[in-house]
């Protein structure tokens, strides 16, 4: 036993694991990465967990329910870095974060990497091994850490794009759903995936107008068979894309190439042909937007307005209804996390390919495709760093 800063770091471990839950410090986030009822199965599947002081508050968890779950607090950020084997987070490491995280340290977060190259290299540079929530794959190809999220941001979404449509926000001071004698709101949702599919429920909900599009005819045929009569469903391509957003009053960006930068649907030429005071909500923004003009705002500061369109480009989304996502998503990684802590990573990664496909950054290679592809960075395959294909 070593110790740091007056704190004991064990520095080997057979099925026992030293688990840290920092605080998130990023703009207006206020989910955390663990309730106190995950914490509870960490410490009963044998693990330590320590809890930064008040991490859980904005998400409406005290102190005092975490230490009733049996975890324990430390008081900075810098200590709980100090002693974790694994960090569980919500949102990817901000720079002042970065010179906390150690060589072989696990993080498990969303990392987003192929739309940030500087936190690309950090990570690099830093020999953690850094496991995405987002690059998490089943063998259906589905995303089960995005979809909670996903979930709550596509119907966040709407409710944002509704608020930001009225006169007082800027928009054009049009009500979603329209009242009887007076047509509702024009609302595009752009991918059928989990956040087009949760927005437009929640816009034909409010009685909106909803076209949804999307370049995969199974899955326009599976919405149209399940959308209200209020939803129409159209092939998603640039002149399709062009016509459509001429009339719309709110357009959702959704679209979603896991672990790579989102296409750019809208072009800046498109927005000379929109309505003024229309709204784009770029729920990609995580994944460098599917808007040409989209930028990473903040809740303190979510809107811009490019040739009279407002632009809600809120990177952390989900991190407003900070009870509703945390529960969401510790119902989604807490069983991941708990495979990673009894097994630990290259285990717990060699058995299941799911937790496998989450690999971005390891000991300074990238063994993500993606990743290396979005900034030409040396690929190395993740069977490698598994010591499963050393001799290939």
Not at 156 to 164: D, P, R
Request: proline share 6%; hydrophobic share 40%; aromatic share 6%.
């Amino acid at each position: 036993m070593i110790k740091t800063a007056g704190i004991p770091i064990f520095a080997s471990h057979f099925s026992t694991m030293i688990i840290g839950v920092p605080s998130e410090i990023k703009n207006n986030e206020n989910r955390v990465a663990v309730t106190p009822a995950g914490v509870s199965e960490l410490v009963k599947n044998g693990h330590t967990v320590y809890v930064q002081k008040s991490a859980g508050e904005g998400s409406g968890f005290s102190d005092e329910e975490y230490i009733g779950a049996g975890a324990k607090m430390l008081p900075a950020i810098q200590d709980i870095y100090a002693i974790a084997e694994m960090i569980i987070k919500v949102k990817e490491p901000i720079e002042v974060e970065y010179p906390l995280i150690k060589k072989d340290q696990l993080l498990f977060t969303y990392f987003h990497f192929a739309s940030h190259e500087p936190l690309t290299h950090a990570m690099i540079n830093s020999g953690a091994v850094c496991l995405a929530y987002e690059t998490v794959e089943k063998s259906d190809r589905s995303l089960p850490l995005l979809v909670p999220m996903s979930e709550v941001a596509g119907r966040m979404s709407v409710q944002e794009g509704a608020k930001y449509l009225e006169k007082p926000m800027g928009g054009h001071g049009i009500l979603l759903g329209g009242v009887p004698g007076v047509k509702p709101a024009e609302v595009v949702v752009l991918g059928g995936g989990i956040v087009g599919t949760q927005a437009a429920k929640m816009a034909a909900g409010m009685g909106a107008h909803v076209t949804i599009m999307d370049i995969s005819l199974p899955r326009l045929r599976q919405l149209d068979d399940i959308m209200p009569a209020n939803v129409a469903t159209e092939y998603s391509n640039e002149y399709n894309v062009r016509a459509a957003v001429k009339t719309a009053d709110l357009v959702i960006g959704g679209v979603l190439i896991p672990g790579a930068k989102a296409p750019k649907l809208i072009t800046r030429d498109m927005l000379p042909t929109m309505k003024k005071g229309a709204v784009i909500v770029d729920v990609a923004i995580d994944q460098g937007g599917c808007f040409e003009t989209s930028k990473p705002t903040t809740h303190a500061e979510p809107t811009y307005v490019v040739d009279g369109v407002i632009h809600y480009c809120v990177a952390n989304m989900p991190g407003a209804v900070p009870y509703t996502s945390t529960l969401a998503l510790t119902n989604a990684t807490l069983p991941y996390a708990i495979q990673l802590a009894n097994k630990g990573w290259k285990k717990a990664c060699s058995d299941n390919n799911e937790l496998k496909l989450g690999l971005n950054v390891v000991d300074g290679k990238v063994v993500y495709k993606g990743v290396s592809d979005a900034f030409n960075l040396p690929y190395v395959p993740v069977e490698n760093v598994l010591g499963q294909g050393a001799a290939q």
